[in-house]
């Protein structure tokens, strides 16, 4: 069965930290989508990546840097030199085919960032 | 581009008493989705419709939600009664792709009180 773990619950770090944010997950399929979300204390969702199974290639936006490593099922990010703009919870999310061929989206519990200034 | 726009932004009911949630997707996007978010938890997913047919709603509580997708552009979410456990976040979402491996884009989402 699919499942996503976000093991810390709440972080908290001092601006310009770095910081990580775990995520790993379970899957039978070798075919499958990862997602980072940000949703702010606004409420609302925001995409921040979208990786398949098959790229394992590392990626960086700006601050924004995304570890996949298949061989430990895990889905890293990291945040440099972090602000308080990035107060947020973050989730992981995991999305693979089900036997009747619709693919479920399932999303971790989240982790929620503080960045003190 | 406008984003995915939801109504009402809060709602606070008594239980046993109805609500209804309206969702209008980014034009263009054929999958639409509902999921309600309780506090402190991740988005679980309660319905996907593409275009205006139904793809998956195995965890939607069909005693008490429904929801329709007409003309396979606005969707809405209807609880029939109310149950205390129902205060949540109800989040609408849309995909361009008719599958769920599409980035999904979000809605600013509903706050459901249940008193």
């Known amino acids: 069965a699919q499942k996503v773990t976000q093991a810390q619950t709440e972080i908290s770090v001092v601006e310009k930290e770095d910081v990580t944010l775990d995520c790993v997950y379970e899957?039978?399929?070798?075919?499958?989508?990862l997602f980072w979300y940000k949703q702010p204390p606004s409420g609302e969702l925001v995409f921040l990546i979208r990786r398949n199974s098959f790229d394992e290639q590392n990626e960086i936006s700006g601050r924004y840097s995304w570890n996949f490593q298949k061989s430990t099922s895990s889905f890293n990010f990291t945040i440099t030199a972090s602000q308080v703009v990035d107060s947020a919870v973050y989730f992981c999310a995991l999305s693979e085919a089900e036997s009747s061929g619709t693919y479920k989206y399932i999303f971790g519990t989240g982790t929620r960032l503080k960045v003190l200034a | 581009e406008a984003g995915v726009a939801q109504s009402p932004r809060y709602k606070i009911i008594e239980k046993r008493q109805s609500v209804a949630f309206w969702c209008n997707p980014i034009s263009g996007h054929a999958t639409l989705y509902w999921y309600q978010q309780i506090l402190g938890q991740g988005p679980k997913l309660l319905i996907q419709?593409?275009?205006?047919?139904?793809?998956?709603d195995s965890q939607l509580p069909k005693d008490r939600f429904s929801a329709e997708r007409l003309k396979g552009v606005d969707s809405t979410l209807k609880i029939q009664p109310a149950k205390l456990e129902d205060s949540a976040v109800y989040l609408c979402?849309?995909?361009?792709?008719?599958?769920?491996?599409?980035?999904?884009?979000f809605g600013p989402g509903t706050r459901l009180t249940v008193l």
């Open positions: 419709f593409q275009n205006n047919g139904v793809v998956d």
């Open positions: 899957t039978r399929d070798t075919t499958y989508y």
């Open positions: 979402a849309s995909s361009h792709g008719q599958v769920s491996t599409d980035t999904q884009y």
